[in-house]
């Protein structure tokens, strides 16, 4: 998709937005390939210039496109604006999903079935839609290919349907990895105490392996059913946060398919550690304007490790 973010005014004072390529599966991946890991971008584009420009720059970025199609709809786009705080805001213009139209037969199912990781979205399709059926299949292929399902919750703060809400929760059920904000935890899981909510999440699903729950500049927790850990963010010039939870879940991913050890044996301390790189990643992310454009490399998330100051907070407190 496209995020026209708000870039001031001209001479006669209207209005002026950048045009930033986006959408959270391409944003997680291109953080993976920009770490040095590979994956698979499976989904279909819209039929208009905005998504041959989406396309070619996964392209340059080096994102596994074979699985991309374009489908009949319009390429998907938001309106990002700011308020006095910097903090986002939307105006909403999308039209219906592109990815519903994703069809099995341009899936290399081959290709899949060598995949660590399957990442799923937190969105409830149509029964009717081609999607659905093709991520059925793939979820069988997954279970068969011990291929662990991940899921960021991505809520964005709008209360839904109640059985839209209910699927979505279904769909984060079958995941052995998880990734919250704290605002998502307390919405899907009723708990506004962290530890509470990461032990209901565990408590409702049996799949569940790691739980990921960040907090903005408060940081953020890694929780297995054995051990946890909290890592501080950055203090970093921030430019933009678009993009910085798909940063984070990305390197999430890649720090996982690396680790040598079983996510459920991971100790207090490899947590720990899994959670700083992954808050570097973030923060790096923040310093740069738009989100799929903004993803740094291994190098880069050093760096702020190694010349960036911890942010002092509360673990768990806004």
Request: include cysteine; charged fraction near 25%; charge should be negative.
């Amino acid at each position: 998709m496209i995020d026209f973010s708000y870039a001031g005014e001209d001479e006669c004072g209207r209005a002026l937005f950048a045009r930033n390529p986006a959408g959270s599966m391409a944003n997680v991946l291109c953080q993976v390939a920009r770490l040095g890991g590979a994956g698979m971008l499976v989904t279909t584009l819209g039929n208009d210039v905005h998504s041959r420009y989406l396309y070619n720059t996964a392209l340059e970025l080096g994102l596994d496109t074979s699985c991309v199609t374009f489908g009949t709809l319009p390429t998907r786009f938001m309106f990002e604006y700011r308020d006095g705080n910097n903090d986002r805001y939307y105006d909403d213009y999308r039209c219906p999903r592109n990815e519903a139209q994703t069809k099995l037969e341009n899936v290399d199912t081959e290709k899949f079935k060598h995949s660590r990781f399957f990442d799923i979205k937190a969105i409830a399709f149509d029964q009717e839609d081609c999607i659905t059926e093709t991520e059925r299949e793939l979820l069988r292929l997954a279970k068969e290919n011990d291929i662990t399902l991940a899921i960021d919750m991505q809520w964005r703060g709008i209360p839904l349907p109640a059985q839209e809400k209910a699927q979505i929760i279904e769909r984060a059920k079958l995941c052995g990895v998880l990734k919250f904000t704290d605002e998502e935890l307390a919405y899907y899981f009723g708990m506004s105490d962290i530890p509470s909510g990461v032990e209901a999440v565990f408590a409702e699903s049996d799949c569940a392996q790691l739980v990921a729950v960040t907090m903005g500049r408060n940081g953020s927790f890694l929780y297995t059913r054995h051990s946890h850990a909290y890592s501080p963010a950055y203090e970093v010039p921030v430019a933009d946060t678009t993009g910085a939870g798909d940063s984070f879940m990305g390197a999430l991913l890649f720090g996982l398919a690396r680790s040598e050890a079983r996510i459920e044996t991971l100790s207090n301390q490899e947590l720990e550690k899994l959670g700083d790189f992954c808050n570097a990643c973030a923060s790096f992310s923040t310093t740069k304007h738009g989100s799929l454009l903004s993803m740094g490399t291994a190098a880069d998330a050093k760096e702020i490790m190694r010349s960036r100051a911890r942010i002092t907070a509360e673990p768990g407190k806004n």
